[in-house]
């Protein structure tokens, strides 16, 4: 027995990214993608963040699993529209997924969109979704050979993010290893340290990614489009 | 344009995943797939666990990784036959790459191969390596929701490791949560708290594996087997 594939899988995703692209920017939309392993701290990057920028941008985020409505619950009760994306198992957010998301959106009363990817330090880092930023994750618990380990999540990242830096002190996690990588790997991506405990890193963060919205029509949306 | 697989992909992994078991069955031999997400401390509980059982039984270990020999390195240091199998890019270890890890291994002088998967919550857990048992590893660090998140990696387990106990009383993680859900998901699977930093739970885990490899000539494959 052979088993077709007639959709061209990744020109089909490519395709549907454009035009998410292409939509946000006609709404004056900013969208950042955040990916990272399961549990490396996503929705509490979120649930940290989303406070600190609301009172200048109308906010949005689309929250992607394989199964449940716990994340989306918690952004919900950061009284922020949330849809989640459910995958059903599959292991990425894809463009058209990502779609159906803006659909249910109300586009032209908002200014910044975050994307909740699934809990996957691998596929993820394939499919474009249409976003103009993306953000990789990455806690401390995991251990500092992370990037070299998992390095295209952290190649095509805008920025990196260290998270639960409350537990350096405790892990054996060598921050000198994973700036020497990240500058191997990606020299131009910032990094920023953060931990939802102390709120550490967070007053920065939000600060980069307001530089990134919607700056007098400047879109920020350069870097992916390039890679596009 | 149009893509055509001609190769069953799944199908084609079931049959070499047969022939990995018909091989080490063949050899005495007991096969453990442990899998779980990046950075939950899968190459440390091997670490720990490989000492307590070198005495009573002859241990070789497969390394799955996307890049890097970082692994297998810690591995060769505890004087350990280990072979790297690197997926290039690929979220998951198929049976025909560990077919490829068999045919490097002195098979004929081995009672226990252990093999560990690619750091990744989700896609390992579709695949058959032709193990005999499986071993989920979840790190207090990554929180309590992720058993419910991810059903498919401990829904299939014959016993899941919660790794990095050391930091229970500095993560929000309710152990009671994580009972409950696996419960419900897979009441037969046993849980062990095991901490690399304190050795909790390794005596246990040791017990736990040596009762199931090669008591008299009864092969631990059984679960397996009725799943494959």
């Known amino acids: 027995m052979k088993i077709e ?3 061209k899988v990744l020109k089909h995703n490519e395709q549907a990214a454009r035009d998410n692209r292409t939509r946000l920017d006609a709404a004056g939309i900013c969208c950042v993608n955040i990916l990272g392993g399961a549990g490396c701290g996503k929705t509490s990057l979120l649930e940290a963040l989303v406070p600190r920028l609301r009172e200048r941008f109308r906010i949005a985020v689309l929250e992607g699993d394989l199964e449940t409505t716990r994340d989306a619950e918690r952004i919900a009760a950061l009284n922020t529209p949330v849809v989640q994306l459910l995958t059903g198992g599959g292991c990425h957010l894809n463009a058209t997924q990502v779609q159906e998301g803006l ?20 596929c993820p880092a394939g499919f474009d979704l249409g976003e103009h930023l993306r953000l990789a994750v990455l806690s401390v618990a995991e251990g500092h050979d992370k990037l070299a380990k998992y ?8 920025a990196v993010v260290l998270s639960k830096c409350d537990l350096l002190e405790l892990a054996d996690f060598d921050p000198g290893v994973l700036e020497q990588d990240l ?20 007053a920065e963060l939000a600060g980069w990614v307001t530089q990134r919205v919607g700056c007098g029509g400047e879109r920020p949306a350069d870097s992916r489009r390039r890679r596009g």
């Open 151 to 158: 390095p295209p999540l952290f190649r095509d990242a805008d």
């Open 183 to 202: 500058g191997r790997l990606n020299p131009r991506a910032p990094l920023f340290r953060t931990s939802v405990r102390s709120g550490e890193g967070f």
């Open 103 to 122: 659909n249910r959106l109300p586009l032209g009363e908002l200014d910044l969109i975050f994307i909740e990817n699934v809990g996957n330090p691998i």
């Open 5 to 7: 594939v007639v959709q």
